[in-house]
């Protein structure tokens, strides 16, 4: 399996605009858009290529286009939410699928309350979500997805835990894993350090 950190100067820049807590949910939001694009960028970047012949203005030409499967956008409720708008500026033909989990707030395990995806099922899932903490979430619903299915996954977070990312990598080793850092650890109540909070709070300022 491929873990893949994006180190780009833009997006470490602007995840580092999300991490300051004096960052405002106006902009926290905003930012989290830019990155998904910047970072959409990457988690395409294998998409097949077949040629077509058009005419420019000055000459015919084999010119590429993308040849590849059809793609799912699918986002962890609710953080993943604020990953979505990014993601579809990319890819506009994109079909949205949801999962809704929460973590139990005393246990830190995901709790399942939303599921719909497209029926198609040979569709590339990109499931988007920002935090992966124990990786509970991240493993949870990647197992519904594949239950229903899916078989073609690729999961973009931002931030992520050494044990989280572990987690999800033993349980799900054909998924390749897509991030813009990977923190130090989790404090006593499963949060990132040093992380940027709660990322559902911060986009919806549910504070
Ligand atoms: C957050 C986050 C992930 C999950 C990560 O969601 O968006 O889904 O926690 O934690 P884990 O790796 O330990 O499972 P949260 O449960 O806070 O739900 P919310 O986005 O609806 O607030
Ligand atoms: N969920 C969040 O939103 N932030 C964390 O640090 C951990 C889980």
Redesign the pocket.
């Known amino acids: 399996m491929a873990i893949h950190i994006i180190d780009h100067p833009l997006v470490q820049h602007k995840l580092s605009l999300m991490r300051n807590k004096e960052t405002s949910t106006m902009k926290f939001r905003e930012l989290l858009q830019e990155i998904s694009m910047l970072m959409g960028y990457e988690v395409t970047r294998d998409m097949p290529i077949t040629y077509e012949e058009i005419e420019t203005p000055l000459m015919p030409m084999n010119a590429p286009k993308i040849a590849g499967k059809k793609v799912v956008i699918a986002p ?5 939410l604020g990953m979505v708008e990014g993601m579809l500026r990319l890819i506009p033909s994109a079909r949205v699928g949801h999962i809704g ?3 139990d707030e005393e246990t ?1 395990t ?1 709790v399942f309350y939303y599921y719909k995806m497209p029926k198609d099922k040979d569709r590339l899932v990109i499931l988007v ?10 493993c949870d619903a990647i197992s519904r997805l594949k239950k229903d299915g899916f078989k073609d996954i690729k999961m973009m977070g931002l931030v992520a835990s050494p044990q ?1 990312l572990k987690t999800v990598m033993d349980q799900h080793p054909d998924v390749e894993i897509y991030l813009a850092s990977l923190d130090e650890g989790l404090n006593e109540r ?1 949060y990132i350090l040093p992380g940027l909070g ?4 911060r986009i919806f300022g549910t504070k």
């Open positions: 962890i409720l609710r953080a993943g989990l929460y973590r830190c995901p979500d920002p935090m992966l903490a124990t990786g509970g979430s991240a989280g499963n709660d990322a559902g709070d």
